[in-house]
């Protein structure tokens, strides 16, 4: 099985800041991952996915980059509603998928 | 605009099975994609717990096999989840999803809160 191992766990940040959360596979998972994001009490929302397309409608403050066995999620300058918990999940071997531990951002 | 929407009881025993459908609109579930269920314990992460080809092909968490089944009902364009001997332990929000080989995960379902409780 693919693991993905997603740090840090949680962050503290203030709005403007610049972000980055990583994710790194256990194997090689070429560019077949995504990123979401998720507030209390909603299902994840799609961000990025293969690994640096950003999904219709997301800011453009959020990028992805990465290939093989390393990814970041870089959000350029935090706005108050991106607090919230980030995952990734990798798609590589499909059907099967693989879902980072999450990375929980709180306001500083 | 594709819609995934979970339906199933809220509160299930001890030992009993778990059963959910996820109703697919808006687009038919005989495509080429996956259907999935995820869940999310309290306060915890994502877990991925098996999907379903259109060919009828299943795939499960490893972890899971045992108790996990999932199956496709092309005609009512819906696909269920079966999670037998539960314990406290499988109280989660559970997820269906649509996935796709090229795209990953693209569309969510709302959710269904589903305790397990005496």
């Known amino acids: 099985d693919i693991r993905m191992t997603q740090s840090p766990s949680s962050l503290s940040a203030s709005v403007g800041d610049r972000v980055t959360i990583t994710c790194r596979a256990s194997?090689?998972?070429?560019?077949?991952l995504g990123w979401f994001q998720q507030k209390p009490g909603k299902a994840p929302k799609r961000l990025i996915y293969g690994a640096s397309i950003l999904q219709s409608g997301v800011p453009s403050r959020f990028s992805g980059s990465g290939s093989g066995r390393e990814f970041t999620l870089t959000i350029s300058s935090l706005q108050p509603e991106d607090f919230a918990t980030y995952y990734c999940l990798q798609h590589n071997s499909y059907p099967r998928i693989t879902f980072g531990q999450g990375t929980r951002l709180e306001i500083k | 605009q594709v819609q995934l929407q979970e339906s199933g009881p809220a509160l299930v025993k001890p030992s009993e099975t778990l059963s959910l459908t996820c109703t697919v609109s808006g687009f038919s579930i005989n495509s080429y994609y996956s259907w999935g269920w995820i869940r999310q314990p309290p306060g915890k992460g994502l877990e991925w717990l098996g999907s379903i080809l259109h060919s009828g092909s299943v795939y499960y968490n490893s972890s899971l096999w045992s108790r996990v089944t999932v199956s496709l009902d092309t005609s009512k364009n819906h696909f269920s989840l079966r999670l037998s001997s539960v314990t406290a332990a499988d109280t989660a929000v559970y997820y269906c999803?649509?996935?796709?080989?090229?795209?990953?995960?693209?569309?969510w379902g709302q959710g269904t809160t589903v305790t397990v409780s005496s």
């Open positions: 194997q090689d998972i070429r560019n077949e």
């Open positions: 999803a649509r996935i796709g080989d090229k795209d990953g995960l693209d569309v």
